[in-house]
């Protein structure tokens, strides 16, 4: 009996012992040798999430562990939440891909092309045709990454101005003949959305994804009560032997003061949960829990490559990669979202580069372990 009740003793005492979710092990070694301050990573299919697994920490020196409600600012993937929100206007019959962006914004008529440039001189050309709402959405219009008075910050410009200042400004290039990433072009997609529909960039965004998806933690500015919740950002101390707090350099402080502006091209802030909502409305073909945001038309031109010949594997607002479709952020996160394998995949990280090349293996680590273990 003294045996007996030893074993059910240790077999109970193994129903509670906390394993460490695979996903756990695969990042624990980054953040042991100061590659990874912390993560949130979440795996989900059309229907439900499938496994959310936090490790590391959300600030180093407090000691305090990442949790699953930390938020991230998660930058550059604002940019096919931003696209997303665009193709509703396609379906709904209001604006064309393929309609010239002065069409909507009369601002860029005129607008001119780089013949020559050096030291000395810039010559200007009219270019072959004006830039289209598809080279917007596709950073092939030749617009800049952004204008020169997006600075020292990108958030505080208004909208209308920002845009303003891109079409004051000559196109660098042809329009179609290059791929160059440009939050300018996804900013001016973002400022016909004001136009045509007669809302305010972040009201439409609020009223036709984020409150109907349940997106609860995904804003342009984190509450006070929410900037408790952020995951502290992080860079490679000066001699790269261990990781050092930062703020994020792009954006002003403090982020709830409403003297921000949205930033349609990375302004947004969110959490692993809110982002796997919108990736399985992606996963379920443009709708989630009955209610249709995009037709099946519209998601299948986010998923299909926009760009040119040899250039970069570009759709509108989104990455692509094999079967997969998604979008990084500046400071590593990432989401993607692959029907083929019935999967979406969510990385939340906060990091400014990494400490050492070790750091370029985490997401394919993440991402290996996720697809080997939940793929259809």
């Given at each position: 009996?003294?045996?007996?009740?030893?074993?059910?003793?240790?077999?109970?005492?193994?129903?509670?012992?906390?394993?460490?979710?695979?996903?756990?092990?695969?990042?624990?070694?980054?953040?042991?040798?100061?590659?990874?301050?912390?993560?949130?990573?979440?795996?989900?299919?059309?229907?439900?999430?499938?496994?959310?697994?936090?490790?590391?920490?959300?600030?180093?020196?407090?000691?305090?562990?990442?949790?699953?409600?930390?938020?991230?600012?998660?930058?550059?993937?604002?940019?096919?939440?931003?696209?997303?929100?665009?193709?509703?206007?396609?379906?709904?019959?209001?604006?064309?891909?393929?309609?010239?962006?002065?069409?909507?914004?009369?601002?860029?008529?005129?607008?001119?092309?780089?013949?020559?440039?050096?030291?000395?001189?810039?010559?200007?050309?009219?270019?072959?045709?004006?830039?289209?709402?598809?080279?917007?959405?596709?950073?092939?219009?030749?617009?800049?990454?952004?204008?020169?008075?997006?600075?020292?910050?990108?958030?505080?410009?208004?909208?209308?101005?920002?845009?303003?200042?891109?079409?004051?400004?000559?196109?660098?290039?042809?329009?179609?003949?290059?791929?160059?990433?440009?939050?300018?072009?996804?900013?001016?997609?973002?400022?016909?959305?004001?136009?045509?529909?007669?809302?305010?960039?972040?009201?439409?965004?609020?009223?036709?994804?984020?409150?109907?998806?349940?997106?609860?933690?995904?804003?342009?500015?984190?509450?006070?009560?929410?900037?408790?919740?952020?995951?502290?950002?992080?860079?490679?101390?000066?001699?790269?032997?261990?990781?050092?707090?930062?703020?994020?350099?792009?954006?002003?402080?403090?982020?709830?003061?409403?003297?921000?502006?949205?930033?349609?091209?990375?302004?947004?802030?969110?959490?692993?949960?809110?982002?796997?909502?919108?990736?399985?409305?992606?996963?379920?073909?443009?709708?989630?829990?009955?209610?249709?945001?995009?037709?099946?038309?519209a998601l299948k031109q986010l998923q299909t490559k926009q760009t040119g010949e040899g250039l970069n594997a570009y759709s509108l607002g989104y990455q692509?990669?094999?079967?997969?479709?998604?979008?990084?952020?500046?400071?590593?996160?990432?989401?993607?979202?692959?029907?083929?394998?019935?999967?979406?995949m969510v990385f939340m990280v906060q990091h400014s580069g990494w400490r050492t090349d070790e750091g370029k293996k985490i997401l394919p680590a993440f991402q290996k372990t996720a697809t080997d273990r939940f793929?259809?």
């Amino acid at each position: 009996m003294k045996h007996l009740a030893s074993f059910l003793f240790i077999a109970l005492a193994g129903l509670h012992a906390e394993t460490p979710p695979p996903v756990a092990q695969t990042l624990q070694p980054f953040v042991d040798d100061k590659v990874l301050a912390g993560a949130v990573t979440l795996v989900a299919d059309k229907d439900k999430v499938l496994e959310v697994s936090t490790v590391g920490w959300a600030d180093i020196a407090a000691k305090k562990p990442m949790t699953k409600d930390a938020l991230f600012w998660i930058a550059s993937m604002s940019k096919p939440i931003t696209a997303t929100a665009f193709m509703m206007l396609v379906d709904e019959g209001k604006v064309s891909l393929d309609d010239p962006v002065e069409k909507y914004l009369p601002e860029f008529k005129g607008q001119m092309v780089i013949a020559e440039k050096d030291t000395k001189h810039v010559l200007l050309k009219k270019p072959k045709h004006p830039i289209t709402v598809r080279n917007v959405l596709s950073h092939t219009s030749g617009l800049a990454f952004k204008s020169a008075v997006e600075d020292p910050t990108l958030d505080m410009l208004p909208l209308r101005v920002a845009v303003l200042s891109y079409a004051a400004a000559p196109l660098q290039f042809e329009p179609d003949t290059k791929y160059q990433y440009a939050n300018a072009g996804i900013n001016t997609a973002a400022r016909i959305i004001e136009v045509v529909s007669g809302l305010k960039y972040e009201d439409f965004m609020q009223q036709r994804l984020f409150t109907p998806l349940g997106m609860v933690d995904t804003t342009f500015w984190p509450s006070e009560a929410q900037e408790k919740r952020i995951a502290l950002a992080y860079k490679a101390n000066q001699d790269k032997t261990d990781l050092e707090a930062i703020q994020v350099s792009q954006l002003h402080y403090p982020l709830h003061d409403h003297i921000r502006q949205p930033m349609p091209a990375g302004g947004l802030y969110s959490t692993a949960a809110d982002v796997a909502k919108f990736c399985q409305m992606l996963l379920n073909g443009g709708q989630l829990g009955g209610k249709r945001y995009i037709s099946e038309a519209a998601l299948k031109q986010l998923q299909t490559k926009q760009t040119g010949e040899g250039l970069n594997a570009y759709s509108l607002g989104y990455q692509l990669n094999g079967t997969a479709f998604g979008h990084g952020g500046a400071y590593a996160t990432n989401m993607s979202i692959d029907p083929a394998k019935g999967i979406a995949m969510v990385f939340m990280v906060q990091h400014s580069g990494w400490r050492t090349d070790e750091g370029k293996k985490i997401l394919p680590a993440f991402q290996k372990t996720a697809t080997d273990r939940f793929a259809k």
